[in-house]
Antibody
């Protein structure tokens, strides 16, 4: 079955750029949407954005000015860059497959599977 | 602030039935999906679409929707169901954004 694994630095300095990669194994990255989601310690889930395998993207408006998500289909990977980070960006970052369907005219989307998550701390 | 509203905490007696709700305007147009998250673990999908369970999710979990409210029902709650539950759907802007509810902490007594 498809598995996702996040990788990247666990510590980032304030004002710098957070960079993470999600590697997809057990299946192709093609024909799906792929999302990044984060969870600050003790808080709820926040959707960051998605990328389609073709490269089209959509971002959370609250983060849009600082976020870039890209895809490398040859490596079966997609990546997140978040610029000008502050302590408020400290969180567990998850990648997930984002599936969309329409049944009888009603759209549904869901995230499955998820990566295990990686904690990124913003601190000097 | 989230466009999907959940009660912060709900409790249920062992073996009883509990309903966790999620409210939002977008739920009039889109189905919600539901996730279970235990401490230190990644969220796990438990319900998607109208009322679909991924493989491996017990049939005591079910989903429903009415108007602007989506519900996750656990029939015969077990101790292992104690967790945080999050709903997810699209936002109401029409821009294909995703949004999560604030989460509900379920305690099994």
């Amino acid at each position: 079955q498809v598995q996702l694994q996040e990788s990247g630095p666990g510590l980032v300095k304030p004002s710098e750029t957070l960079s993470l990669t999600c590697t997809v194994s057990g299946g192709s990255i093609s024909s799906y949407y792929w999302s990044w989601i984060r969870q600050p310690p003790g808080k709820g889930l926040e959707w960051i954005g998605y990328i389609y395998y073709s490269g089209s993207t959509n971002y959370n408006p609250s983060l849009k000015s600082r976020v870039t998500i890209s895809v490398d289909t040859s490596k079966n990977q997609f990546s997140l860059k978040l610029s000008s980070v502050t302590a408020a960006d400290t969180a567990v970052y998850y990648c997930a497959r984002d599936t969309i369907t329409m049944v009888r005219g009603v759209i549904s989307n869901w995230f499955d599977p998820w990566g295990q998550g990686t904690l990124v701390t913003v601190s000097s | 602030s989230s466009e999907l509203t959940q009660d912060p905490a709900v409790s249920v007696a062992l073996g009883q039935t509990v309903r966790i709700t999620c409210q939002g305007d977008s739920l009039r147009s889109y189905y919600a999906s539901w996730y279970q998250q235990k401490p230190g673990q990644a969220p796990v999908l438990v319900i998607y679409g109208k009322n679909n369970r991924p493989s491996g999710i017990p049939d005591r979990f079910s989903g429903s929707s009415s108007g602007n409210t989506a519900s996750l029902t656990i029939t015969g709650a077990q101790a292992e169901d104690e967790a945080d539950y999050y709903c997810n759907s699209r936002d109401s802007s029409g821009n294909h954004l995703r949004v999560f509810g604030g989460g509900t902490k379920l305690t099994v007594l």
